[in-house]
């Protein structure tokens, strides 16, 4: 038991001393917190990596897309079921993928690869306020915020670019990223330099089932 | 054909409809309505009677049944065919709506849509359930049980519009015109039996009556039968109206639409049925306070005209309704009013008509698809050619509905 513990204690300290927890807070232009935020650290020296997760899931529940924001790292695959009893007609026109796919009741689409890096808005032709993100990045180290805007990222000690996208953010990821120098564990704050751009997320906050015609 | 027997055989259609939507990109829905009925005894103009409700005597009934089948031709073609069955009325069984849809995916602020075939004007609020119901009463406004019986286009549907997430805005829009054939009657029953309130859906292939007013008989006078046959195109002029709506989030809603049936009012055919110019204003509004707690309301005025002003009409209606859901409970409460008045050369025919109304009604969904509800409604009215049937033109109408309600989609 004691060798065993022993053990344990030795492939933590080795695991400490290759990598950091990065603590990262983002705040908008009121120093207000900002949740569900993508924030993602890239490095010259990471050799390309498969995607830790194959598969992603955005369902459509309730004529909203969940999640709303989909963070995936590049090759990785998204599936789109259909959690609602009506039909959906998910699209994109994005140059990081165009695509459109037909979800039916009952019937189970083929997940689609997402290669290119970007920003993939999705719309629903059946739906027209339905509206969703998924956000594709060239690294493993990324993760959204939650609602306190922290997220926590583990990653090895080096040299990073530290970038943050939501759709409300109306600067480019590259105009404020951070260039930083790993070692151990640290805590950065991301302060969004310009005003974020209106939230419609009052689109989904009415769950009244009548609305439009059937 | 026993009970049992007709039982068994709609469960099988039921069972085939739901397999059919589990596994094809077709999509069954339907719905079925039962009631039973505390009613006030008055004859309505379903059966050549005078009264503004649906049901004369105190039953159990089939309130609504209806199957809609919506399907894809190609990823931005696709269809919906409403056919209902009616326990009451002239005909029972046929087609409310059947359209064809065009919505391509496009970019833009601005996108484009149309639809083509026999289809409800998206004039109303209130009725946006399933097949044109409302979710909130049984018994609808005076506006939409009007609209529901005598008004359907047959015609093409041109649409601009923005839907706000998209464009960042809070603010989604669309402008709509309409070309339409097949309208041409479209007044008759409001000018003789005036506003009533029911959710009886005229057919396709319907005939609607009303009581044998002697002065609409006569063949020296106007020389109308007592009934009219909604969807008959009479002078081959084509229709139009125009629509605006606006919405703030998903919260508020706005709605503006201008009908005029370009009908020429000195079309008669072999059946004496006339042509009538009806043109009119509708204006719709709904509110959410919460997510819970909708206002509803919509403004309807116009006129109608036939023959050389044989009959001349205005109308007016309004309604105002409110409805709170509380879990799986649905509480809705309507107040009505509505007036036709009259400025024609044949005074001895009357077409004076008023009337206001209080529905109040509970909806309980035990479960997905099944629910259950109560309402009562009451109205005062007055029409005043119920004189040339020696009945008085003032009526009070009660009408209470205990209602099972099965839905699939």
Redesign the interface.
């Known amino acids: 038991m004691r060798i065993f513990s022993m053990g344990l204690l030795l492939g933590v300290t080795s695991f400490m001393s290759y990598a950091g927890n990065i603590e990262i807070t983002v705040l908008d232009k009121q120093n207000k917190a900002l949740s569900n935020v993508v924030v993602y650290l890239t490095s010259e020296n990471l050799a390309p990596q498969e995607p830790i997760a194959k598969i992603a899931i955005m369902d459509q529940v309730n004529t909203q897309f969940l999640p709303h924001i989909l963070a995936v790292q590049r090759s990785t695959q998204v599936s789109f079921p259909n959690s609602d009893?009506?039909?959906h007609?998910v699209?994109s026109?994005s140059p990081a993928k165009v695509f459109?796919l037909?979800l039916?009741?009952?019937?189970r689409a083929n997940p689609l690869l997402f290669e290119k890096v970007g920003v993939v808005?999705l719309?629903c032709?059946v739906h027209?306020?339905?509206?969703g993100y998924i956000y594709v990045v060239d690294t493993p180290y990324f993760k959204q915020t939650d609602t306190a805007g922290k997220a926590m990222i583990v990653l090895p000690d080096g040299e990073y670019s530290l970038k943050a996208w939501h759709p409300r953010i109306q600067d480019s990821p590259e105009s404020f990223e951070i260039n930083l120098s790993v070692q151990g564990d640290e805590q950065i704050t991301v302060e969004i330099p310009s005003s974020l751009?209106?939230d419609?997320n009052?689109?989904e906050?009415?769950?009244?089932?009548?609305?439009?015609?059937? | 054909m026993n009970g049992v027997f007709l039982m068994r055989v709609m469960l099988g259609v039921l069972a085939v409809f739901t397999e059919l939507s589990m596994v094809n990109a077709q999509q069954f829905s339907g719905l079925v309505q039962a009631n039973v009925v505390k009613a006030d005894g008055q004859l309505p103009w379903l059966d050549g009677g005078t009264g503004i409700v649906q049901y004369q005597d105190d039953s159990l009934n089939l309130q609504q049944g209806l199957l809609n089948v919506k399907g894809k031709f190609t990823s931005s073609l696709s269809y919906n065919v409403v056919a209902n069955v009616y326990q009451n009325g002239e005909q029972h069984l046929g087609v409310t709506q059947a359209v064809v849809n065009y919505k391509p995916l496009s970019i833009g602020s601005a996108r484009f849509k149309a639809r083509a075939g026999f289809f409800y004007p998206r004039m109303s609020l209130e009725n946006v359930d399933i097949g044109w119901l409302s979710p909130y009463t049984y018994t609808q406004s005076s506006i939409n049980s009007w609209i529901g019986e005598e008004l359907r286009v047959a015609g093409v549907e041109v649409s601009l519009y923005n839907s706000g997430r998209s464009s960042r805005s809070p603010l989604s829009w669309e402008v709509l015109a309409g070309a339409f054939k097949g309208n041409d009657t479209l007044g008759t029953i409001l000018s003789w039996r005036g506003f009533a309130m029911h959710d009886r859906q005229s057919l396709q292939n319907d005939r609607l009556i009303f009581a044998n007013y002697p002065t609409v008989n006569d063949p020296d006078g106007i020389f109308h039968p007592s009934y009219v046959e909604p969807f008959h195109e009479l002078d081959g002029r084509v229709g139009f109206y125009l629509g605006a709506h606006l919405s703030y989030y998903k919260k508020t809603q706005l709605r503006y639409y201008l009908y005029d049936n370009q009908a020429d009012p000195n079309v008669v055919n072999h059946q004496r049925l006339y042509a009538w110019r009806t043109k009119f204003h509708s204006l719709a509004f709904s509110h959410d306070f919460t997510s819970n707690a909708r206002l509803i309301a919509q403004w309807l005025t116009g006129s109608s005209v036939m023959g050389q002003r044989f009959v001349y009409i205005n109308f007016d209606a309004w309604y105002l309704m409110y409805s709170h859901k509380l879990g799986a409970h649905r509480v809705s409460a309507r107040i009505d009013n509505f007036r036709v008045s009259e400025n024609d050369i044949f005074p001895n025919d009357i077409n004076e008509s008023d009337g206001r109304g209080l529905t109040i009604a509970w909806r309980y969904n035990i479960n997905k698809s099944w629910q259950l509800g109560l309402e009562q409604h009451v109205n005062y009215n007055r029409a005043y050619n119920r004189i040339t049937l020696a009945e008085q033109p003032k009526r009070d109408q009660r009408q209470t509905l205990g209602v099972l309600q099965f839905k699939w989609r």
């Not at chain 1, 027209?128 to 509206?131: G, H, I």
Request: no cysteine.
């Open positions: 009893s009506i039909q007609h699209y026109f459109e037909e039916y009741k009952g019937l808005e719309g032709n027209d306020w339905m509206l751009l209106p419609v009052a689109y906050n009415s769950d009244n089932e009548f609305s439009d015609y059937e």
